[in-house]
């Protein structure tokens, strides 16, 4: 049976996996995969990595030395792999999509939250306090979504907003005919919208697409949701615009700097990050710790497509999830839009 090293593995993983799994041995590991750590993978077919491990460089070239050559991340980004240094000496796959009913549903459940107060009115009534002062809300009903990027995610949670009744203003580079929904510029969908909800990519154009600016010309009393990035958001224009009451409150999922903080308990330490810690002080501001795809079902889409990956793998075929180096270096050498494998 090929063995498989599976770093930063929880227990929500490996119950996951577990029942998904019957043909391989997976060795799970705590630890993050990083240059300290890649030891653990010697002696194993593959490595199964999450968001926080480190594939750099020097990560890659001991997995080469191993005789790795297949890294199976069970996650969709890959910011956190070196894939030039990757390219011809280990495979990477990803899974691309799990489930955008998770973040959507996930984006919902915090605006619902935030607006009816229910982070506080459930530490109240644990308390048998049942006065209701401060805990008025507004409907949803009739209120303006802008919201940023209209893929898989931004259209389950459009249709979300839809059955509440919300207009839905949206804005995409590359704008969907099949949508009934009116696509604007960022700034008319900044000034015109109730609540913002970001659900792009981070990258270069994107980093920091919420700004001193663009809060400058949102409506007063916004409420901003971001379940996508957190680089998406300046933090600290962000915390301006709370601290000013220009923006009403913010649901957050993701923290820019969520890297060495998020996914860990850290309630015994002393928290060094300063915006962070005003954030998560204010009544306004509800965050979880990027916990939008947590759902049984995404889990389970997770540990099926990584498994299934992983035997395209060792029955030398097609590896359709495949990151694949040449095509972002030279989009018509792509070999994956010939059904042929990176390398
Ligand atoms: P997708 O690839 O289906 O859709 C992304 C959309 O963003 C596309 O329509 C694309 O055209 C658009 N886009 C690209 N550049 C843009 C720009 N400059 N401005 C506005 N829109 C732009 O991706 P999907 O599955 O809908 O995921 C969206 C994001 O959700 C991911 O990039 C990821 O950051 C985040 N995510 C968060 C999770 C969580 O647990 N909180 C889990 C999974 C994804």
């Given amino acids: ?38 030891i653990l993978a010697k002696g194993m077919d593959a490595v199964c990595a999450f968001v926080n491990d480190d594939v750099s460089k020097k990560v890659l070239d001991k997995l080469d030395e191993y005789g790795i050559h297949l890294v199976a991340l069970r996650c969709a980004g890959f910011n956190n792999v070196d894939i030039e240094a990757a390219y011809k000496k280990v495979h990477i796959v990803r899974v691309p999509a799990y ?14 939250s935030l607006n009816r107060k ?13 006065n209701i002062q401060g805990l008025t809300g507004f409907d949803l009903f009739g209120k303006t979504v802008g919201v940023i990027g209209t893929g898989k995610i931004g259209v389950a949670f ?17 704008p969907r005919n099949d949508l ?20 792009c990519p981070l990258t270069n154009e994107t980093k920091h697409i919420i700004n001193k600016d663009t809060i400058s010309k949102m409506k007063q009393g916004v409420i901003i949701v971001n379940t996508s990035r957190g680089a998406l958001v300046d933090s600290q224009a962000l915390l301006q615009g ?32 300063d915006i962070l810690s005003l954030l998560i002080s204010l009544p306004n501001v509800i965050m979880t710790s990027h916990q939008g795809y947590l759902t049984k079902e995404a889990l389970e889409n997770i540990a099926e497509t990584t ?19 040449r095509c972002k270096k030279n989009p018509s050498g792509c070999m994956a839009k010939r059904n042929k494998n990176c390398f």
Avoid: W
Wanted: proline content about 1%.
């Fill in 307 to 325: 498994l299934n990956n992983i035997t395209l793998y060792f029955k030398d075929e097609y590896l359709e999830n495949e990151i694949c180096y």
């Fill in 242 to 273: 709370l601290k000013d009451k220009k923006i009403l409150g913010a649901c957050l999922d993701v923290y820019e700097e969520e890297a060495n903080l998020f996914f860990e308990d850290n309630s015994s330490e002393i928290i060094q990050d």
């Fill in 180 to 199: 009934d929904v009116s696509y604007v510029s960022v700034d008319e969908l900044v000034k015109e919208s109730d609540i913002i909800s970001l659900h």
């Fill in 118 to 130: 229910i982070h506080k009115a459930y530490l109240r009534t644990r308390e048998f306090n049942f």
């Fill in 1 to 38: 049976m090929k063995k498989i090293a599976f770093f930063d593995a929880k227990t929500y993983d490996i119950m996951t996996f577990n029942s998904v799994n019957k043909d391989y041995e997976i060795h799970y590991f705590e630890d993050k995969l990083n240059i300290n750590t890649v």
């Fill in 158 to 174: 459009i249709n979300i907003c839809k059955g509440f009744g919300m207009n839905v203003l949206a804005y995409d580079p590359f």
């Fill in 99 to 112: 489930s955008p009913y998770a973040v959507a549903e996930h984006a919902m459940a915090l605006l619902l």
